[in-house]
């Protein structure tokens, strides 16, 4: 499994890793980021391009 940490503080909700990895982040109805907090071994690559992506550098894959 691949842990995924969203720093909340940091996040402004720009989408940017909801286009690359839209299975584990999306957007709320009230324009707030939910996303799960663990993904598949097969999802680290889409992962960490979604963590590079991100703008405020918010998202840590583990």
């Given amino acids: 499994?691949?842990?995924i940490?969203?720093?909340m503080d940091?996040?402004?909700s720009f989408g940017m890793c909801?286009?690359?990895a839209e299975d584990v982040f999306t957007m709320g109805s009230d324009d707030k980021l939910a996303y799960r907090t663990e993904?598949?071994?097969s999802q680290r690559a889409v992962l960490?391009?979604?963590a590079d992506v991100c703008p405020t550098r918010a998202?840590?894959?583990e």
Avoid: N, P, Y
């Fill in 1 to 3: 499994m691949v842990k």
């Fill in 18 to 20: 909801c286009m690359e």
């Fill in 48 to 50: 960490l391009i979604a």
């Fill in 5 to 7: 940490v969203v720093d």
């Fill in 59 to 61: 998202i840590t894959v």
């Fill in 10 to 12: 940091r996040c402004e």
């Fill in 39 to 41: 993904g598949d071994e």
